[in-house]
């Protein structure tokens, strides 16, 4: 970043021995790491030092720089102005043995711990090396540039801290984050994670009084987040790229011996057993993300999780108007990452990640892979559209309530007849699934007005323009000729079971979703009311699925719950953040 001066010392943040955590940080230990800094900083400290300083010179914590032969670098977080706590997920705490109790009883000390302006006792922060193909063009090495893992608590969760500074793959960025786009992460992993919904998760967010220089000036948050790992599929991209297939071996087997156990280690087959894992694990995911609406916005390889996380919340969306073509990301004109384009853009991804992982098979990566491999991986990638249907099938039966074992061809006949006449409408997705679940009984007392009210109710969610006469008549046609009579077909022939079901459909279809317009609206109130931010929290992830939610709850609810706002419609958020 030009105009940024380095010391020839690096001051180390003070250790504290809040928040007792166990760190084992296999990746650290198994991985090659960078040379440049061969020891961990906190093991240069002398232990009677009284300054922090280490005689490591910043450039080689902060300034960009080229990578080689390894998988990661030491890091140094960034010391920030006036942290302040304003967001604890209880469940992200309790991935860590921790509660929300223990961050609030001294928020000063929690807002410096996760923020990066106190070091946890044994732990030594790294980045990530990695490349990745962006918006389908090879970027080249990429790597952590703001996040930075404080450790691998108890072995099974790697903790970043997102917006921590800079680190040696910063590039041109300044390594922080800004509250605007930590406020959506922050809330986004928790409530995919209530949604069901593969991701990564959230664990605090700290609010900073730096300002940091985006589009215009705007103040600094810390994220801190969690995942079982955060390998991507650029991780094998970048040193394949380089032709270091001894370090793609490396990473590999690490990941097989950490996150894919079950793999046996076949000889060099074992890579194709990965790939066709990682293949399985995105087209859940990618299965997940349609049937809940959810439009991730920037599908870059380097954006994707070889577990099957969601994971890099940027310029998100859920689908308010069903458009099948709908764009969330206004730095992607061209609709690359557009909503119906993921499970092909997935697919894409995958091709890009069998590369490295194909030249590992054999004796000789540094030959082309044989015919034999080819049609294994092949084979493997091949697998990823059906799996990816059974899994959208399986997904949209239980929101509608479609019991799978009556109908195989329920996708044809019941689910997409449906979503063709939303998207005609541009109806309201998350209002017409939930408002779905009203349907059975109304249909089971043959309540003729409460079908046209419904009916009205859906109109009343969707673009005006595009719903007439017909539209409402193609509506009540679906229900009374083919919703109906497939509920019938599975034994949904009275008000009993009818009741029964609608309240099973509850719990697949949420009330509560993170729309764009209530990410923005929490983020506009966060400024003078930053309690708001987890009242959101508790709505979206406790609560998604309620029509009763506590009193303190109330009004949140029935507003996030109702129309978009004219002011809401159509927003979409850029990948500057």
Known sequence: ?????????????????????????????????????????????????????????????????????????????????????????????????????????????????????????????????????????????????????????????????????????????????????????????????????????????????????????????????????WVRFGSFELPASRGDFSLVRKLADYVIRHHFAELAFDGSGVYIHLLQAVVERTAAMVAAWQAAGFCHGVMNTDNMSVLGLTIDYGPYAFLDAYDPDFICNHSDPAGRYAFSEQPRVALWNLVKLAGPLSRLVGQNPDEDASPETLEAVTKALNSFGAMFSSKYAELMRRRFGLASENDSDDMATVVQPLLDLLERGHTDYSFAMRALCDVPLLLARNDTVGLEQHIDALAARSDCTRVNKEWRGDMHTFFVGVYGPRLTKQGVIDESSALALGVGMRLANPRHVLRNWVAQDIIDRSDSDAASIDQALELLTTHAFDDAVPEHLKDMAERYAGPVPKWGEGLQCSCSS
């Open 1 to 229: 970043m030009s105009g940024t001066s380095f010391s020839q010392t690096t001051k180390l943040p003070p250790t504290t021995a809040s928040f007792p955590l166990h760190f084992d940080d296999s990746f650290t230990r198994d991985l090659p790491g960078d040379l440049v800094v061969p020891t961990a900083p906190y093991d240069l400290l002398p232990a009677d030092s009284e300054s922090g300083e280490i005689p490591v010179p910043q450039t080689k914590f902060r300034a960009s720089r080229q990578v080689r032969g390894a998988l990661w670098s030491w890091a140094v977080p960034t010391q920030h102005e006036s942290p302040k706590l304003v967001g604890v997920s209880p469940s992200g705490a309790q991935l860590l043995g921790l509660t929300s109790d223990d961050f609030w009883r001294d928020p000063l000390v929690a807002a410096a711990v996760w923020s990066g302006n106190l070091r946890l006792s044994g732990s030594h922060p790294w980045a990530h090396c990695y490349g990745g193909h962006q918006f389908g063009v090879w970027a080249d090495q990429l790597g952590d540039g703001r996040a930075i893992s404080l450790g691998q608590v108890n072995g099974s969760w790697e903790v970043q801290l997102k917006g921590a500074g800079r680190t040696p793959y910063s590039r041109f960025a300044d390594g922080y984050a800004v509250r605007r786009s930590s406020v959506r992460e922050y809330l986004a992993a928790e409530h995919m994670c209530a949604l069901g919904v593969p991701t990564s998760r959230s664990l605090s967010l700290v609010f900073t009084d730096r300002v940091v220089e985006r589009e215009e000036p705007e103040l600094g948050a810390v994220v801190a987040r969690l995942a079982p790992s």
